[in-house]
């Protein structure tokens, strides 16, 4: 248990679906993010929010779309997304942004196939 | 362009020596890094960390050192174990910014 919760694990999607993927932390911590893995690549970050305001958005296509109502949830939304969309979902959160020295706790993904 | 490369997609070790993985950063501002350790079907762990004012940190098995001169930092695990079998991930940051990943190198420690 790591203290970040995501939800579903698993999820299978048509092309033409809307979906959403949930995180939820109870770590009082201030910023959370969503990253991508994909195979044989690193970690991609997609998405910063820093107490509830996006900080960054690493030109992700708009198909996919965070939403952040507070410092404890946040969520993905996807919506007309491709076969190489399909990859495991990591949600993220740390104490807060700019503090030095600080570690990110994951939760345990959603494994997204697109079919 | 990569930032942090983890240059050994895989490695294999004999159960009770040493396992060292490598990581090799390109931005000079980086002042703290970490390892992650991965398993199949679940999110990454913190496992260790280091602070750019220092050159090793130790925690029990684990230990890991920083060469700022040559932009290198290694894992060292010893003695291994089977149940350090996984997909390890070291990261960096700077400042106000988020970690940034390297693609992994999955260790795999033999009985």
């Known amino acids: 248990e790591t203290g970040v919760t995501q939800t579903p694990r698993h999820l299978v999607m048509g092309m033409t679906n809307k979906k959403s993927l949930k995180c939820e932390q109870h770590?009082?911590?201030?910023?959370m993010y969503w990253y991508k893995q994909s195979a044989k690549k690193p970690l991609e970050l997609m998405f910063v929010?820093?107490?509830?305001?996006?900080?960054e958005n690493n030109s992700v296509p708009s198909r996919f779309s965070p939403e952040c109502p507070n410092s404890s949830h946040l969520f993905l939304h996807l919506h007309t997304l491709q076969p190489e969309d399909s990859a495991l979902y990591l949600c993220?959160?740390?104490?807060?942004?700019?503090?030095?020295?600080?570690?990110?706790?994951f939760g345990q993904g959603t494994r997204l196939t697109v079919v | 362009d990569q930032q942090v490369k983890q240059n050994s997609p895989s490695l294999s070790v004999q159960e009770g020596r040493i396992s060292i993985l490598n990581c090799d950063y390109t931005?000079?501002?980086?002042?703290?890094f970490l390892w992650y350790k991965k398993y199949p079907a679940e999110g990454p762990t913190f496992l260790i960390s280091?602070?750019?004012?220092?050159d090793k940190n130790e925690d029990g098995r684990f230990t890991v050192f920083l060469n700022k001169s040559a932009k290198h930092l290694s894992l060292h695990i010893v003695p291994s174990q089977p149940g350090d079998s996984a997909v390890y991930f070291c990261?960096?940051?700077?400042?106000?910014?988020?970690?940034?990943f390297g693609k992994g190198t999955r260790l795999s420690v033999i009985a």
């Open positions: 993220a959160s740390s104490q807060e942004l700019g503090r030095t020295g600080t570690e990110a706790f």
């Open positions: 770590l009082g911590h201030n910023a």
């Open positions: 929010y820093n107490f509830k305001e996006q900080t």
């Open positions: 931005n000079s501002m980086f002042d703290y």
């Open positions: 280091i602070s750019s004012i220092k």
């Open positions: 990261a960096a940051s700077r400042g106000n910014t988020p970690l940034v």
